[in-house]
């Protein structure tokens, strides 16, 4: 008798292949943001989807606050089109990374989703940052 994982059969291995291949062109996670970001080669700007006062509470250092609602030409005017941007909202429990990636998509911007958000990076043990105050333990309430 199959299992409850197996009762559906895997995709053949090629399609596997297709399917995992995409995923990482519009995702990346947090361990690959930290050690991008640690080791000064952040080729994309980090963006942080929630509302200003949830920023002020903790970010991923590095961040910056543009809440997805905003995210439009002329909140984007300073970067090139051809900028990297990879966004993050509260975690998986949480649509505004989506909502972000699908307006900057629009408006023609490569973009990627850093899996896990906020909560992942916490799960990962990294460090958050509030403005003006460096680093904070990564169990803070955000």
């Excluded at 995702?27 to 080729?43: I, P």
């Excluded at 990962?124 to 309430?141: H, M, R, S, V």
Aim: charge should be negative; proline fraction near 7%; charged fraction near 15%.
């Amino acid at each position: 008798m199959p299992s409850l994982v197996s009762t559906i059969a895997a995709a053949p291995a090629a399609e596997a292949l297709r399917h995992f291949s995409q995923r990482l062109s519009f995702e990346t996670d947090c361990s690959d943001v930290h050690a991008s970001l640690q080791a000064g080669e952040a080729d994309f700007i980090l963006v942080d989807v929630r509302g200003p006062a949830a920023f002020a509470l903790g970010h991923v250092p590095g961040a910056v606050n543009i809440p997805h609602r905003q995210l439009s030409a002329d909140t984007l005017a300073a970067y090139p089109h051809d900028s990297l941007f990879v966004v993050y909202c509260a975690g998986p429990h949480c649509n505004g990374a989506n909502r972000a990636a699908v307006r900057l998509a629009s408006l023609g911007y490569p973009v990627k989703e850093m899996i896990g958000g906020l909560l992942g990076w916490r799960d990962e043990g990294f460090a958050l940052t509030k403005p003006g105050q460096g680093d904070t333990d990564p169990g803070c309430a955000c």
